[in-house]
């Protein structure tokens, strides 16, 4: 009764300790024997799968209420070789009605365990047997992803460039996408792998070296190295052969009775690539100093025939003009006033009606002009009265 207490008091010491520690442990008991072997991220189950050439770290402990206590761990290959790995060692130490106990920390290696095979890893504690299964397996062999796309090789020069670059892993790891050669500074999305960007401009079509990497995450990885050309392909724009056009505003192609003094005017060049404007008369004032085409010249008229014409350039040298003609006829001024090509008295005959015809005209071409002295308006009255009666008895 007292040896069956002291033995639950000892192995609830050793669950508090492995429960404590917060790692997976085995155990086993016989008697007044507890054996016991723990492992870091052990697994519930008594078997363990590392890869090889991994290294083991275990625990082992033992506790017995006698006078000595006999701890063994050994390696049991999978062709039957037993490898020692924890030295016997004995403890006569005496607790008493406690008994005694004794643990150790140890590890395997490849060399002990040799390679790849299901071996047992053994503990005995006086006699008591604990077998963990140690699984070697082999490392997985990595496999490089490989590049399953088609570089886009040209771009025409200031346009957007774009290429979905994609890799294929057999082993179907997560792939990442880089630019390991980027001249043109595109990017490119490190998941789905497009790269994107702008075509610079060109004087010539101009090659790029690229490098675009893609891995798996485990060591394993692919280039994909291609020629970029940009393409020379911005055409320069057609020769300007089209002149200005010009309109003159005013003054207008017809008769005026005083001077003019402004000339107004529109230039307006197709290509919007108007330049400088001027203007020449006919009496004397030619090929005027080139100014900005403000649409406006000040131009004092001479009486008579004037012409005026205004010129338009553009920066490539073509050069539009419109010409007006008018004439400029003032009235007579005063009662001692000279002639005037306005306000002339014509008298001719009719040859049907042998009537007499007045008519005020600025030309009267083939007729005679004979200028009258200025009449009173009430002698011009009596006149008009005079004729009108001849008209209506003749």
Not at 142 to 168: C, I, K, M, R
Not at 332 to 346: A, F, P, T
Request: net charge negative; charged share 10%; with cysteine.
């Amino acid at each position: 009764m007292e040896k069956n207490f002291v033995k639950s008091i000892l192995t609830g010491i050793v669950l508090l300790l492995v429960l404590t520690s917060f790692v997976s442990a085995l155990e086993k008991s016989s008697g007044n024997v507890v054996a016991g072997i723990w492992f870091d991220n052990l697994p519930t189950t008594n078997s363990l799968t590392v890869n090889d050439g991994t290294n083991v770290a275990f625990n082992v402990y033992g506790l017995a209420l006698g006078s000595s206590l006999n701890v063994k761990a050994d390696l049991i290959l999978q062709n039957g070789t037993i490898v020692p790995i924890a030295d016997v060692f004995q403890s006569s130490r005496n607790f008493n009605e406690f008994g005694v106990g004794s643990q150790g920390d140890y590890s395997i290696s490849q060399t002990e365990y040799g390679g790849v095979g299901n071996h047992v890893l053994r503990l005995t504690v006086n006699g008591v047997v604990l077998d963990l299964n140690l699984t070697v397996s082999a490392v997985p062999v990595n496999n490089a992803p490989v590049f399953t796309s088609v570089p886009v090789l040209t771009v025409n020069e200031g346009v957007a460039y774009s290429y979905d670059a994609d890799g294929f892993d057999v082993d179907m790891d997560t792939l990442t996408y880089s630019l390991s050669t980027n001249p043109l500074g595109f990017s490119i999305n490190p998941t789905t792998g497009v790269i994107t960007g702008t075509a610079p401009i060109v004087t010539g079509n101009q090659n790029y070296n690229v490098v675009v990497t893609v891995a798996d995450g485990n060591g394993g990885f692919d280039n994909q190295v291609y020629t970029l050309t940009v393409l020379d392909t911005i055409v320069p724009p057609p020769a300007d052969t089209n002149a200005p056009i010009v309109t003159i505003l005013s003054p207008t192609n017809t008769a005026f009775t005083s001077p003019r003094t402004q000339l107004t005017y529109t230039a307006v060049d197709p290509e919007s690539n108007l330049f400088q404007c001027w203007y020449s008369t006919d009496l004397g004032v030619t090929n005027s100093t080139a100014v900005a085409c403000s649409g406006t010249f000040s131009i004092t008229s001479v009486n008579g025939i004037n012409t005026w014409t205004v010129y338009a350039s553009d920066n490539s040298g073509n050069i539009g003009s419109q010409t007006v003609t008018f004439s400029v006829n003032p009235s007579s001024s005063g009662n001692g006033g000279g002639s005037s090509s306005h306000n002339k008295k014509v008298t001719y005959s009719d040859p049907d009606e042998g009537k007499l015809v007045e008519q005020e005209s600025f030309i009267a071409p083939k007729i005679n002009l004979t200028p009258e002295v200025e009449k009173s308006w009430l002698a011009r009255l009596i006149e008009w009265i005079i004729n009108f009666l001849k008209r209506i008895f003749s």
